[in-house]
């Protein structure tokens, strides 16, 4: 499904936020991309979602080799891809509802096509009655869950989790982790970047540790040590 083939990204002459990185990630698999700040990880997702191109090496999705996406194709892709942050971004003047349903309309769906679509989605992610409510009257870890209903209205192959939880206390965290782990078992699969070992270590799955721009570690149901 997703592949690096030897890929480098370089920031001037002798900065390398990545280096000659292999991963082939499988449908469906649930990957958790470990490492302190600065290893590279948030660079790997953005050269998935195309907000970055690599320096060299090829980076493929579904037979696709993303160099040769085109502009004009580049909203198809990144539908096919949905993603969430550690801030939730969540527009404050709209409802839960209406943050969802901003991401359809965009894409220019009906009005019908939105109302059902958004409330199975909140259905999923444990929002329903709370769809009218505004960012400011959720907590934190509901926020973040109008943030993953928002990525997931597009019914995207993959989620991508850039430090979802990093702004969470324990309780909203292990619910955010959890809720991932039902999504991925629905099918999706899921590429979580974090540095938060014991997060990492509850998930069990598989871990690619990171480092300076290299992955030094990439194991099945691995911890994270380093």
Avoid: C, W
């Avoid at 660079?43 to 195309?50: A, D, G, P, Q, V």
Wanted: proline share 3%; hydrophobic share 40%; no cysteine.
């Amino acid at each position: 499904m997703i592949e690096y083939r030897d890929v480098s990204k370089i920031y001037g002459e002798d900065n390398f936020a990545l280096l000659e990185v292999n991963i082939a990630i499988n449908p469906g698999e649930f990957v958790s991309i470990v490492g302190q700040s600065g290893t590279g990880k948030s660079t790997l997702l953005k050269l998935l979602t195309l907000e970055e191109r690599s320096s060299e090496g090829r980076v493929i999705f579904n037979r696709v080799d993303l160099g040769e996406i085109t502009k004009k194709e580049l909203p198809y892709h990144r539908r096919r891809i949905g993603v969430i942050f550690q801030d939730f971004r969540l527009l404050p003047k709209r409802t839960a509802f209406e943050n969802v349903a901003f991401a359809l309309e965009v894409a220019g769906k009906s009005n019908r096509e939105i109302r059902r679509s958004v409330a199975q989605i909140l259905e999923i992610v444990g929002l329903s009655e709370k769809f009218r409510a505004y960012p400011a009257e959720l907590s934190g870890g509901e926020q973040q869950r109008v943030a993953i209903a928002r990525a997931l209205v597009h019914h995207p192959e993959i989620l991508i989790a850039d430090e979802p939880t990093g702004n969470l206390d324990v309780i909203n965290t292990q619910e955010i982790i959890d809720l991932l782990l039902k999504i991925n078992e629905l099918g999706t699969t899921i590429m979580l970047a974090t540095h938060d070992k014991e997060t990492v270590n509850r998930i069990s799955k598989r871990v690619i540790v990171m480092d300076e721009g290299r992955v030094i570690r990439d194991q099945v149901r691995g911890r994270y040590m380093i």
